[in-house]
């Protein structure tokens, strides 16, 4: 067996043994989500992810601008007609910078949400930001470096940090979809707010990623409306 395998092996032995210990927590601190685990128990938390086209980090916040204020649908839709701008995959900073922005346009992005890519783009591009640097930030700091980009807030961030990077510990209290997903399993009369959202999220620490997971997973699988 090579060194490679090895390392691949003891990975999936310590991914087991994190996500056991994920559950066992979830299932103790919240009994909507005890009863969500228990329903499925060979659920793969990142089987969404998976759905989604490989993401950097400007990928990952393409993603997410796109999907902002549009439903699951909606936003699966738009970023097949981006990708087949680009053969198929999503831009890069440089790529996106080559099109013309009308081209955006068509492909169903607003005005707003174009000149809010392109400036990420122009960041990525001149080195005024540098995504190596932007990967290893820790969480608050990762928002803040974002967020000061007109039209990218702490959805679209929080979003980046739990897509493109995989982090534990991200909630997205303002993504319509988890919204959604929590109105239905917690029987709630009408969306929660994006306080509600984190009070709620609040005993699922330092899982809440993995929590999010299992709640997006529905919206993914059931969402064809649009927002």
Not at 109 to 127: H, N
Not at 183 to 199: K, T
């Amino acid at each position: 067996m090579t060194e490679r395998e090895h390392r691949s092996i003891a990975g999936d032995a310590s991914r087991a043994a994190w996500l056991k210990r994920a559950r066992a927590h979830l299932r103790q601190a919240d009994p909507v989500l005890a009863r969500i685990i228990d329903r499925d128990p060979a659920f793969d938390p990142r089987a969404w992810l998976d759905e989604l086209p490989p993401m950097d980090v400007y990928g990952a916040a393409l993603f997410q601008v796109t999907g902002q204020q549009l439903s699951v649908a909606a936003t699966r839709r738009t970023i097949g007609r981006i990708e087949a701008l680009f053969d198929g995959h999503l831009p890069s900073p440089s790529e996106l910078l080559a099109v013309e922005p009308t081209q955006l346009r068509t492909a169903g992005l607003s005005w707003r949400k174009i000149d809010t890519l392109r400036d990420l783009a122009e960041r990525l591009s001149d080195g005024r930001l540098n995504e190596e640097a932007l990967a290893v930030l820790p969480d608050d700091d990762f928002i803040s470096a974002l967020t000061a980009i007109s039209g990218i807030g702490p959805w679209t961030a929080q979003g980046v940090l739990l897509v493109a990077l995989r982090r534990e510990d991200v909630v997205l209290p303002g993504d319509l979809a988890l919204r959604k997903a929590i109105r239905n399993a917690y029987q709630l009369d009408r969306l929660p707010s994006e306080q509600q959202v984190l009070a709620i999220a609040e005993q699922w620490r330092p899982f809440r990623s993995l929590a999010t997971s299992y709640l997006f997973a529905s919206a993914f699988e059931g969402d064809t409306t649009e927002a």
